[in-house]
């Protein structure tokens, strides 16, 4: 088990394109988590799904925002015409189900990203 | 809502204990969190408490909470180099889970600071 991955590690992009990240969670688990980390602060949750369904979504998850986990692995993050505030670490999660509710939330390493 | 604060720094000695504290509203918090991230490195899960215990032990890792207070603390003993990071609490609610499966929220992490 080689942990969650994430892809790209950077990307930087002018602002208004589009751009897509990767998260490849731990195999076999059925929860996966977006968030998102800016410098001095902590993360902040943005998504999540289990298995395929997207359960919850953050209010900052705004309409340039979309995710998606079709086959309930691996999921994408896009975020269309980038703006400058969308600069961030984009940390993604994921996490086995949980014996006595409880779900331990292991994360990848972030997709950094610049608009310039 | 929901709102988790830490202290921003804390420096100790190598040797001695540090405690890192952490207060937290939300009072239907079912799960509260300590994650561990070094320069450059991903979140690293160092332990988990819910909310019906009042301690955990874990090798040099002492867990506090006070739910009265919604005060949690993480006591290191022995603090070495290598504990030098950023030390983030966290809580979830299982709002829509009824366990902890939901999104977490983060405090903004405290810098512990290692003096030889």
């Known amino acids: 088990d080689t942990g969650v991955s994430q892809d790209p590690r950077h990307k930087i992009t002018k602002r208004g394109q589009n751009v897509t990240f990767r998260c490849d969670p731990i195999s076999e688990h059925n929860r996966l988590y977006w968030y998102r980390q800016t410098l001095g602060q902590g993360p902040e949750f943005l998504t999540y799904?289990?298995?395929?369904?997207?359960?919850?979504k953050s209010r900052l998850l705004s309409d340039r925002f979309s995710a998606e986990r079709p086959k309930g692995s691996f999921s994408t993050l896009e975020i269309q015409r980038t703006e400058q505030g969308d600069s961030a670490m984009y940390l993604c999660?994921?996490?086995?189900?949980?014996?006595?509710?409880?779900?331990?939330?292991?994360f990848g390493p972030g997709t950094r990203l610049t608009v310039t | 809502g929901e709102d988790v604060e830490q202290s921003l720094f804390l420096s100790v000695r190598e040797g001695d204990s540090s405690v890192i504290n952490c207060t937290y509203t939300d009072s239907s918090s079912t799960y509260l969190y300590w994650y561990k991230q070094e320069p450059g490195a991903g979140l690293q899960l160092l332990t988990y408490i819910f909310s019906n215990m009042d301690m955990k032990q874990d090798q040099r890792l002492t867990v506090l909470l006070n739910k009265k207070d919604k005060h949690l603390s993480l006591r290191i003993a022995d603090t070495q180099t290598g504990d030098s990071a950023i030390y983030f609490c966290a809580e979830s609610n299982g709002m829509y889970s009824g366990g902890g499966a939901d999104g977490l929220t983060f405090g903004k992490g405290t810098h512990l600071i290692i003096q030889p």
């Open positions: 999660a994921s996490s086995p189900s949980g014996g006595q509710g409880v779900y331990e939330q292991y």
């Open positions: 799904f289990q298995n395929e369904a997207q359960l919850e």
